[in-house]
């Protein structure tokens, strides 16, 4: 099994439309959850931390469930611009390593 | 402003060479990672470095070597190029448990 699990999509979407992500992890002991976007040919840049009480960003929000290892990315009205690959990103135990997903690539349409 | 730089940008070389891809941070981060990514694998840790004279095999470490002499560099060495190297290469630094920052990458080619 892997460490970080999220469906590849692509999932295509029009404009303004609501779209979730799904992550599920196996280490239980996984401190610190983050979500990264990275655009076609580029470096991975972070979007978002991921925190217990789930936290917001302008259209973008992300919660976290510790006991089910599952962690979810919520983008509302979609834009153009906001497609691009989404990585769920999870530390190691010890805090000092990323594992990541292999990405969930998004597009969105006119 | 603080920033992570990779040299070169793209790079082609032939089987057997050894070459050497460099990464610079001026975070003064004390960790520092490579990664290799390629399509259906999603980015894979090549090596890290916790501090100044500090390095470690991450999962794809064969073929791969690093040294980390001053905070700010982490350059990272094919001791013997194959075409199995051929990839895109990502350097990030961080401080200990807080996301990573990542290069603008360098895409070699092997032939």
């Known amino acids: 099994r892997k460490e970080v699990e999220q469906d590849p999509g692509p999932f295509n979407v029009p404009e303004g439309a609501t779209v979730a992500f799904n992550c599920t992890y196996s280490?239980?002991?996984?401190?610190?959850f983050f979500w990264y976007r990275q655009d076609c040919r580029k470096e991975p840049k972070l979007l978002m931390s991921v925190y217990s009480s789930g936290n917001e960003d302008g259209r973008f929000t992300a919660q976290l469930n510790r006991a089910s290892q599952y962690i979810s990315l919520l983008i509302r009205d979609s834009k153009l611009s906001d497609s691009a690959t989404y990585l769920c990103v999870v530390t190691s135990p010890n805090g000092n390593k990323l594992v990541f997903g292999a990405g969930t690539i998004l597009r969105v349409k006119s | 402003d603080a920033e992570i730089t990779q040299s070169p940008r793209h790079k082609i070389t032939e089987t057997g060479r050894q070459v050497t891809l460099a990464c610079h941070q001026t975070?003064?981060?004390?960790?520092m990672f490579w990664y290799r990514q390629d399509l259906g694998h999603g980015l894979r840790l090549i090596h890290y470095?916790?501090?100044?004279?500090?390095?470690n095999k991450g999962e794809v470490s064969d073929g791969y070597s690093v040294s980390r002499s001053n905070t700010e560099d982490l350059p990272l060495t094919l001791e013997s190029a194959a075409s199995s190297q051929t990839s895109v290469y990502f350097c990030?630094?961080?401080?200990?448990?807080?996301?990573?920052?990542f290069g603008p990458g360098t895409r070699l080619t092997v032939l």
């Open positions: 280490n239980s002991a996984s401190q610190s």
């Open positions: 990030a630094s961080s401080e200990p448990g807080q996301p990573q920052y």
């Open positions: 470095s916790y501090g100044v004279q500090d390095t």
């Open positions: 975070w003064n981060h004390n960790n």
